[in-house]
């Protein structure tokens, strides 16, 4: 058997939470998935990163639900101890919605959702073919996936450029559609601070003006032993600063922030996530780009934004592979 080549019913390709969703309920429904994914772990912006002693989110801040079925999949996996309940509400603002983030990071939502599927890391998508009834990835590290079926969920862009690199011709309609979807850029920093911060409890607002869309402190959320705060800078702060020198425009950031720090900042790093959040959805939980053999986009670019969006847009593809429409 050639070590480089792999053969499955269902090849997904994304870790962040549409794939895992959809990749768990394809096994469930008896199907053999393989999960792809270009970075060193799961699940996209549901991230968090260690540095020096402190912890941080610095991607999705927290998660809401108003829909049942990803209600439930809270609930299991609060009991899995993967997650928990945050906050009602920020700024002494209370209302109904429960905010949930992630035990002991929100990372840890979507490696409990990642739990017993074929998962391939560190493994970019270079091209995806048609080959006969099948479809067949090809990988940056040489190795190669031929499956039945294939579930797409990177950001949109970069999907229809796998399309393209591959010669997959899409209907007119169905293109200009999804080349109108657009993301907001977003510059996250991470400061570990040398003392606590002055934002209020529960840990975390959104400033009324100014360039900063979001302002955490993870020690008050729960997931940091040391004082270390998030910023999100909003999409046009972002756009204009994207190629600039990262570290001068966290500083900017960061003396912005000063009134809501309250401490010295001992380091601090930067990340900058391209495809932050969509602008506009489309209409449709997934979109099917072929029936047979089955292609089919997914993520929180299709119906519904955040992670709840991606969660059913991660279902809604499965079903279409699992009963495909006549």
């Avoid at 998935?33 to 912006?45: E, N, P, Q, T």
């Avoid at 939502?109 to 017993?116: E, F, I, R, S, T």
Wanted: hydrophobic content about 45%; some cysteine.
């Amino acid at each position: 058997m050639d070590a480089t080549k792999q053969t499955t019913d269902v090849l997904v390709i994304g870790a962040g939470i549409a794939g895992l969703i959809a990749a768990g309920e394809l096994r469930r429904a008896g199907r053999r998935v393989l999960v792809l994914d270009k970075g060193r772990g799961v699940g996209g912006r549901l991230a968090s990163r260690r540095i020096d002693g402190a912890t941080f989110d610095h991607g999705a801040q927290f998660i809401t639900t108003r829909d049942p079925r990803f209600a439930a999949v809270l609930e299991q996996g609060r009991q899995k101890g993967a997650m928990k309940e945050w906050c009602r509400g920020f700024a002494g603002g209370v209302d109904v919605h429960a905010r949930w983030r992630g035990k002991p990071a929100m990372s840890a939502v979507a490696k409990h959702l990642a739990a017993g599927l074929d998962l391939h890391l560190e493994t970019p998508v270079a091209a995806l073919h048609r080959a006969g009834d099948q479809w067949r990835a090809e990988t940056t590290t040489g190795r190669t996936f031929t499956a039945d079926a294939v579930v797409l969920t990177p950001p949109v862009p970069q999907s229809l450029a796998l399309l393209d690199s591959g010669g997959i011709i899409l209907a007119p309609e169905m293109r200009t559609r999804l080349a109108a979807i657009e993301y907001e850029r977003c510059l996250a920093i991470m400061a570990v601070l040398d003392g606590p911060s002055r934002i209020p409890p529960p840990g975390g607002f959104t400033p009324a003006d100014g360039p900063i869309a979001w302002i955490a402190d993870n020690q008050l959320k729960g997931i940091s032993a040391e004082p270390a705060v998030t910023i999100h800078a909003t999409h046009a702060f972002s756009i204009e600063h994207w190629d600039r020198n990262r570290d001068e425009s966290a500083r900017a950031l960061l003396n912005t922030a000063a009134q809501w720090l309250g401490a010295g900042i001992t380091t601090f790093q930067v990340h900058g996530w391209r495809y932050s959040k969509p602008m506009r959805v489309d209409q449709f939980p997934c979109v099917v780009v072929s029936q047979s053999p089955p292609l089919v986009l997914a993520g929180d670019a299709f119906a519904a934004p955040r992670v709840e969006g991606a969660a059913l847009s991660g279902w809604a593809s499965a079903e279409a592979i699992l009963s495909p429409a006549d």
